[in-house]
């Protein structure tokens, strides 16, 4: 079984571009994550899609952030003008149903100089 | 409100100690998981244990062993016998339906 996948594993935007990270759940898995990790920090929940729903955004931290899952298939997250306070690893994970383990992705390191 | 709390900041011990990682938790709810993940250099999360807020049974994975306590909130996470390959990130998280919280993490480094 593949696991949970994550792209780029790397990214370098200015200030103000536009970036689009991408996550490719475990087949059949109708729940995804995606969390953040900035500056050494905790690692912070962002939002929870169940299949194309978005079930929880509370984490989201301004608009300049959008989740989509079209399809209920794989995710984007797009930060766009990108700022400095984001820099940091962006996670993704899945499950396949409430209340059982998540898979972790290996992360999108963004980097915004 | 969830907050999980790893106090240590940064460990390093030489090969071969014995260490152990703290987590404190606090939740209102009786239904609860908790877990501990290992982030290693080359960034992904791995996970390595969840357990289910009405066990309370302590757990042994080969050099890997546990220790929940609900009457002082903790699920520490012991490594015996450290070896280099244990450097990493180690994050203890709780989570509650599907809310799920980190602590901040405890880098730990096994010198040869």
Redesign the interface.
Known sequence: EAGVTQFP?HSVIEKGQTVTLRCDPISGHD?L?W?R?VM??????LL?FVKESK??ESGMPNNRFLAERTGGTYSTLKVQPAELEDSG?Y?C?SSSR??S???????T?LTVV | AQK?TQAQTEISVVEKEDVTLDCVYETRDTTY?L?W?KQPP??????LI?RNSFDEQNEISGRYSWNFQKSTSSFNFTITASQVVDSAVY?C?LRE?????????TRLTVKP
């Open positions: 594993s729940n994550y969390y990790r050494g920090k905790e690692i912070k929940f929870h079930q929880d690893v996670f994970a409430q209340g383990g998540y898979t972790f992705g290996s992360g390191r | 999980v998981y877990f993940y080359s960034g992904e999360l791995v996970f969840r994050f998280a339906d599907n809310d799920m919280r980190f602590g901040a993490g």
